[in-house]
């Protein structure tokens, strides 16, 4: 059950629909043509994306075309940046949200193929920070959401506003959120979708690995899948063509760009409301026209 390729899982990930649409044409264009798409072609994807903008709200959206493998068109459409009126492109940044779980997932793991790491094994075997509680808790139950750790509260207490820009130097600093917290289950024996969850696993990758959890992702994952431009969701890093964060007011609307904190949940997620880290990324090819 475990033992999967990092490719295989990458493959999986596909992309945030807030962020990206990958569209794959079945039809094998005519010769001479096999690289290009036709203005009729092109009409229908833009007339979809200005249909998917709309009936969602999203403000800006990044495309490719991959035919037989090979990228034969790509552009941006609306804005990367609303404030500053900076439009999105085909090189544009997005910001991969919860996909960035199935990311850690993937790492976890290459060091459990590698034998550095037991999944079954309490995870004060390699996170000591993180308290003892009634019942062990194991990265097995982490990685499928059974570990009884709380996601964020409805109400918001406990958790980092999202407004904010609190900065957590370490892994182990960011367990205080949710470490001393009761489990809403035994672990092993109810699922619970959990962020947090997920942010003790960056912290039982680090101490598995004796790396960082940003390099170690940056080594393992995205150098093999030539990710070459995907990196962390730095909140006093600029990016110039990624795209702020926004939050969502109304359905036509969209306002102030929320934060992120870097180090709080690397492991987890990327996008924001709530404030959160890791990754920022691009598609896996080059396109060929924007």
């Known amino acids: 059950m475990f033992r999967k390729t990092t490719r295989r899982f990458l493959w999986r990930l596909l992309f945030p629909w807030t962020v990206m649409l990958l569209l794959a044409l079945a039809s094998v264009s005519a010769v001479g043509q096999e690289h290009s798409l036709s203005a009729g072609k092109r009409a229908q994807i833009e007339k979809a994306v200005s249909g998917f903008m709309t009936a969602n709200s999203v403000p800006g959206v990044s495309i490719a075309i991959v035919e037989n493998g090979q990228s034969v068109w790509s552009a941006g459409f609306g804005m990367a940046d609303l404030e500053d009126s900076a439009p999105a ?16 997932a993937v790492a976890v793991l290459q ?3 590698r034998g550095k790491l037991d999944v079954d094994a309490p995870v004060q075997k390699y996170c000591p920070a993180f308290p003892q509680k009634d019942s062990p808790i194991t990265s097995r139950q982490l990685l499928a959401h059974l570990s009884g750790i709380r ?15 609190r900065h957590f130097a370490t892994m182990e600093d960011s367990l205080q959120l949710f470490a001393s917290d009761p489990l809403l289950s035994k672990p092993g024996t109810q699922f619970h979708y959990s962020t947090y969850g997920y942010t003790l696993l960056g912290c039982v990758l680090e101490g598995a690995a004796s790396q960082k959890y940003s390099d170690f992702v940056r080594e393992n994952v995205f150098r093999p899948a030539a990710m070459d431009h995907s990196q962390a969701d730095d909140f006093f890093a600029i990016i110039p063509i990624a795209p702020a964060g926004i939050t969502k007011t109304n359905l036509a609307r969209f306002a102030t760009p929320a934060f992120s904190t870097p180090a709080t949940k690397f492991p987890a997620e990327a996008s924001s ?6 990754p920022i990324s691009r598609p896996p090819f080059s396109p060929t026209s924007s």
Do not use: M, Q
């Open 89 to 104: 492109t085909s090189s544009t940044l997005y910001r991969l949200g919860s996909i960035s779980k199935s990311i850690t």
């Open 273 to 278: 409301p709530p404030p959160t880290t890791w």
């Open 111 to 113: 060091l459990y193929e």
């Open 151 to 165: 996601h964020y509260n409805d109400d918001g207490k406990g958790d980092v506003p999202e407004d904010s820009a």
